[in-house]
């Protein structure tokens, strides 16, 4: 129904900074009401955890290990969640998924993630 194409990883090295998107789409005709757009992270071996969400008001929450480094925003407008990572870390490296949840057309609900950007920290 809602599909998330992400965008944004790449090879960084310690202490650099990137800024990763995700746009959000649905059919021609269709009215999405998100309610919560976030980012996750899956190391290897590791689960999925989240890194940070903000809601269609602007509330935000983050994981603690990225607070103060990490940034999300969103344009409602267009759909589009961003995270902004500054002071990048080596136990940064992982694959980052998009998330969001909300409505369609007023009747259906879902969740929704992207296909993972891959975020690498090297020194």
């Known amino acids: 129904q809602v599909q998330l194409v992400e965008s944004g990883g790449g090879l960084v090295q310690p202490g650099g900074s990137l800024t990763l998107s995700c746009a959000a789409s649905a059919a021609s005709g269709s009215i999405v009401t998100i309610n919560t757009m976030g980012w996750y992270r899956q190391a290897p071996g590791k689960e999925r955890d989240l890194v940070a969400a903000i809601t269609r008001g602007g509330v935000t929450n983050y994981a603690d290990s990225v607070k103060g480094r990490f940034t999300i925003s969103r344009d409602s407008a267009k759909n589009t969640v961003y995270l902004h990572i500054n002071s990048l870390k080596p136990e940064d490296t992982a694959v980052y998924y998009c998330?969001?949840?909300?409505?369609?057309?007023?009747?259906?609900?879902?969740?929704?993630w992207g296909q993972g950007t891959q975020v690498t920290v090297f020194s």
């Open positions: 998330n969001a949840h909300g409505v369609v057309s007023g009747v259906s609900i879902f969740t929704s």
